[in-house]
């Protein structure tokens, strides 16, 4: 069906199955190669509202990964999280061949793991403030080192049970991304306040949110172990590495870190934007991604 929730763009809403449930994906019409455009956390896909219609020539997808935003929620008692195997199943869906990977935030490593598992279908990267292993430029939230910290799991679940425990936590992780938490129109309230509590047309993401969490630290291991190997040296392909200046936890330094593990990169360096260039400073990032890449 017709999807009219950034500005009537012609995007078909699909429900698309994945190994566990149904992911929703939107299928905005244009220009191959297609951008294929992913969240991270704990957010969804409407971190992209302001850049979609930016890119109105170009044939975009945007997803929300399963259990989070509108798509299906997932049992994740046996814990684990696979979302490459969920990228894979959505562009074998769309039929898509050869794509633009955009990373933000978590999804940053899930673009490049695609990468590096299918470098076929993958035309370029472009990752928004995002991160790769172990890094002495990276600097975790506290939020996400409590919920991530095997130790704290207790203190955690207690503080997450709790829902002004819960709202205390994402205000006082919004205000050291430079953020009002009570700005109804900010990217905090329209996309990763509904992760946590839920919304009139969707339950929380709290199981998700806890499932990616745990699996963080050792995630960063086994990333150490690919960057060894050379895995991501090896990717002959252009990567775009764009960040916002303001963003003092993955950083402009984090960016120029990474950019050395690759083997064509090139580094933006976003003015005017923290955490989400794409929603602080959607032109900026929309040429950028509009035009050929320079690495």
């Known amino acids: 069906m017709p999807d009219d929730t950034v500005g009537g763009l012609g995007g078909v809403t699909r429900m698309v199955p994945v190994p566990g449930g149904r992911v929703h994906v939107i299928d905005y019409p244009g220009v191959t190669p297609p951008?294929?455009?992913?969240?991270?956390?704990?957010?969804?896909?409407?971190?992209?509202?302001?850049?979609?219609?930016?890119?109105?020539?170009?044939?975009?997808?945007?997803?929300?990964?399963?259990?989070?935003?509108?798509?299906?929620?997932?049992d994740h008692a046996g814990g684990g999280v696979d979302h490459q195997r969920e990228l894979r199943a959505v562009l074998d869906s769309l039929q898509l061949g050869r794509v633009?990977?955009?990373?933000?935030?978590?999804?940053?490593?899930?673009?490049?793991?695609f990468a590096v598992a299918d470098p076929g279908r993958v035309g370029?990267?472009?990752?928004?403030?995002?991160?790769?292993?172990?890094?002495?430029?990276?600097r975790l939230p506290e939020m996400i080192r409590l919920l991530a910290d095997p130790g704290l799991t207790p203190l955690a679940d207690a503080?997450?049970?709790?829902?002004?425990?819960?709202?205390w936590l994402l205000a006082h992780t919004a205000r050291q991304f430079g953020m009002d938490p009570a700005d109804q129109d900010g990217v905090a309230a329209r996309s990763s306040l509904p992760q946590f509590f839920g919304g009139d047309t969707q339950p929380s993401a709290l199981a998700a949110i806890r499932a990616w969490t745990a699996?963080?630290?050792?995630?960063?291991?086994?990333?150490?172990?690919?960057?060894?190997?050379?895995?991501?040296?090896?990717?002959?392909?252009?990567?775009?590495?764009?960040?916002?200046?303001?963003?003092q936890h993955l950083s402009p330094d984090l960016a120029r870190h990474l950019a050395g593990m690759f083997r064509h990169p090139d580094v933006r360096i976003v003015d005017g934007a923290s955490h989400w260039p794409q929603w602080d400073q959607p032109a900026e990032v929309a040429k950028l991604?509009?035009?050929p890449p320079r690495g």
């Open 35 to 74: 951008l294929v455009l992913m969240h991270g956390f704990p957010d969804d896909s409407r971190i992209y509202d302001r850049l979609v219609p930016l890119l109105a020539a170009r044939r975009v997808v945007t997803l929300d990964w399963l259990g989070y935003g509108r798509s299906d929620r997932a």
């Open 100 to 113: 633009v990977l955009v990373g933000h935030d978590a999804s940053g490593p899930d673009a490049i793991g």
């Open 159 to 167: 503080m997450i049970a709790d829902p002004g425990q819960r709202l």
């Open 215 to 247: 699996d963080l630290f050792p995630a960063l291991d086994r990333q150490d172990t690919r960057i060894a190997a050379s895995d991501l040296a090896a990717l002959d392909l252009p990567v775009t590495l764009a960040f916002g200046a303001a963003d």
């Open 124 to 138: 370029q990267l472009v990752l928004l403030n995002t991160y790769y292993g172990h890094a002495p430029s990276l």
């Open 289 to 291: 991604l509009l035009q």
